[in-house]
């Protein structure tokens, strides 16, 4: 691996783009939240606690931000669902809000109607139905960070997120299609694959970060429980697509 910033809880940045996509369930994933199923204030809070965590907190501390301070629920209560005790939510708790405190603004993020927001997803939508890497990096900062919950393996940078999209390209084929949702109070896609006899299967759930007109972050994930939480279909034909949009 090459030097450079670490995730917190997954270490340094991959340079291997052929690694294998391994799961590893014993982390705490933060799974993204549909947002119609919040009030606008509650969307508000979250979208920051989401931000903020995602860039500077390990998988436990934003669990134990999140469940407590954005959804309210008792120190009991998540330490229950994380399955440790409350002496170590308490902790977890205090140590998150210690790191956010030395955080900058997280307004920087823009909410997922913003015009500028819109523009850059659907350039995004409209390269990656194409197939286009080129045109992906482009709508990318230099330093965007491609994650993949609940594989511990990420990258950093332009350069890297694109040859593992022509990885994926190249194992998955081309001709994708994606819709358009919001998670967390960011925009946010599902992508479906190409299947061979016709139509697109349900591949991921991706969730941007977008700042000054560039995509900063991609958290890509692939658990059907994610998939389940949006409602989303498992199937969906090109003709659909083509309606929705």
Known sequence: MRGG???????????????????????????????????????????LALVAAMQV????????????????????????????????????LQRARAALADVGDAGEVAEPDDPEV????????????AADVPALVRLLTDEAVLEMPPVPLWYRGSRDYGLFMRRVFETRGTGWGMRHLTANGQPALAAY??????GHRLHTLQVFTVTGGRV???????????????DLPKQISFDEFRQAR
């Open 5 to 47: 910033r670490c995730r917190p809880g997954l270490g340094a940045p991959s340079d291997d783009l052929g690694a294998p996509l391994t799961p590893a369930f014993d982390i705490p994933w933060l799974q993204p939240f549909p947002d119609a199923r919040f009030d606008p204030e509650v969307r508000a809070d979250m979208q």
């Open 57 to 92: 907190l390990p998988p436990r501390q934003r669990a134990v931000l999140v469940l407590r301070e954005v959804l309210e629920f008792s120190a009991a209560e998540v330490a229950a669902q994380l399955g440790t005790t409350v002496t170590a939510v308490n902790s977890a």
């Open 118 to 129: 819109r523009a850059v997803i659907q350039r995004y939508v409209r390269a990656f139905e």
């Open 193 to 198: 694959a190409p299947e061979p006899g016709g």
């Open 216 to 230: 900063a972050h991609n958290v890509v994930f692939a658990d059907p429980r994610v998939f389940e939480a949006f």
